[in-house]
């Protein structure tokens, strides 16, 4: 197989290496269109990200360590000894680093979707600068599909890591969908704003924003399409809302009180109190009144949630490992067939020549009215003869990794031994018989 | 047609809801999506087969399958999985099915083991119209509310896990509370109305052909009974009068009710004593 890959990622680098390997999409671009001027290059891709800067090639012949870590260096401006704790792997081992990749199986936070979105970007950047050939074409589409598959077929992407989006878990578990639900969120600060974002992005929109400072609040709540209320907020507001947010820095709490708590028991709907803040904002006993449908989490909950949801990560990425295997056994298959493929076309162009020479020939000893049934009958019958070498040649190089035979249908159907096509179609095969 | 309908049809239909069950016993353990997509579509095909099953048992004898015990239970079994189909084409999440399962599997053994061939038919009002009306309804309003119940199930367990702070299986894979309670209302009012209908066709089945039977009385009052406490439970979930948990508390129990008087009257109506 021709494919190989060099790279930097967090584990094998520390960040200060990385921050100067990575590229941005300007350098990337003079990278691709650069290396791929080059001898030995048939295919380019870079992938690169806060965590790793990956470079796949497709080479005519493999090269040396030291010749790829060169190319790395070009590329990336990294010294010599930089990427002496780069990783070089080639053929499948680089294609399974490739669908573990996607996958976000090699991702610092495991499962993490970023990466996927980031490796389409690498694709299409590569591809449309037209720096990929059908191999690379073929692994980055394979390692994107693995990804997409592996993540649906396993829970390695499910569950929230970080408290902000547990927040948002714990309500989507309680509501289901937050779709018209009405949040007051108390605080503007960074937490705050963070949670308020996780839950926007899963369709909240009717937002009260309360803060000790109004300007604050005002900036949030233009963010957000909501409206600013009082601080600490009303009990109406408390009321109003199906789930509260409070991150604030104040050091008594400041949701509670009597009021609250009488607002609390009049409602009859669940209510979701996240308390985000250290001291905590909102009075546990909050929890205890209203209808029995009043939920109340703190910041401990989420970070026991986190760990449970990562645990869970860990477990099922096990079996991922065991799927992406499936994937990378498809691409070798694939490849093992493919390298018959120029022996195929040159095949098809041969036969297709004869057959249209036959029937210039021969057309005159037909009726014109059977020239379309001759056309038909000619057609099948190269489609026949043909079908069969393929389907031979492709087992022989897929089940024995055997290239001769494809080798001598080329010698055999060249009308020239000296014809270039001929030439070419040899020569590939004779590189892909040394990999 | 007797063997293919009221055996190989039916053994089949059996071991194709075993295996779905099995792959929904997989999926309760570890997600995947197209297993998932899969199962769903195994599920609606066994609807439709099951349909087809019923109308074809009909046709043959002029008659629901109701005939018998065993046909009671496997048109209950029937029943219970197409109310979880409409039941949940109101939801997104799809892996609480494994309990309904569990029911449809085990109704429609004991319905193959009881034997479904009606033989000697024990009575000549289980034959008429009214009684295909009363326990269609009956027994639709059955599936719905043993549903019910298992939904029910389902927020009391999420409930829990949710307030101990349990982070485990069962609450990444239940439905939300949400959606728990959107079903166990659906199907609360829903079966409320079927068994409120089929009280009523009853009346008006009784009045047309009169009967004394003790039993008939003692299956009445149990029936009312259960359509009040519906009723009442309908009317406390408008109104909002308990909490959604205790609603739930509230559904667990009449489901269970619910349970015992259909036993009770299965084994009532199927011991002779039926005019």
New interface residues.
Partial sequence: MRLELIGLNHRTSPLEVRERAALSPAQIDEALHDLHDGANLEGVAILSTCNRTELYVSPRQHHEPDELRRLYCRITGLGEADVQSAYLLRDDEAMRHLVRVAAGLDSQLLGEVQILGQLKDAFTRAHDAGATNNILNKALLRAIEAGKDLRNRTGISQGAVSVASAAVQMAQRIFGSLEGRRVLLVGAGETARLAANHLKGVGVADWRVANRTAANAQVVADLLGGRVVGFPPAAADVEWADLVVSATSASEPVIGGPETLAAVRRRKRPLLLLDLAVPRDIDPGLALAGHGDVYLYTVDDFDELVAANLETREREARRAEHLAEKHVAEFSAWYRENRVAPTIQQLHAVLEELRAQEIRRNQKRFRPEDHEQLEKFSRALIRKVEGLIATNLRQASLEEDDLSMASAVVKVMAREAQDAEVQQVLEKLRQEGTH | MDQLLYRVLPQTLLLLFGALLGIWGILVR??????EKAAVRIGWIGAACLLAWLVAVTALQRQLPMLSPGQLAFFLGSLVWLGQCYAQRH???RLFAVLPLVGVAGLMAFGLAMGLRPGEVPTKSLLSAGAAVHVTMSLAGVALLLGCGVYASGHVI?DWH??R?R??AW??RL?????LD?LRRLTLVTGWALVTASLLSALVWTRVRPSAEPTVISHLHPMVLLAVILAVLVVADRQ?W?????LAVGCVVMSGLVLALLTVSVVEIFAGRFA
């Fill in positions: 570890r997600a995947d999506l197209g297993l939801v997104d999440q999420l949710i307030r702070r982070f485990d609450f990444q439905p939300s509370l949400g959606d959107r909002r308990l909490s959604a948990h205790r």
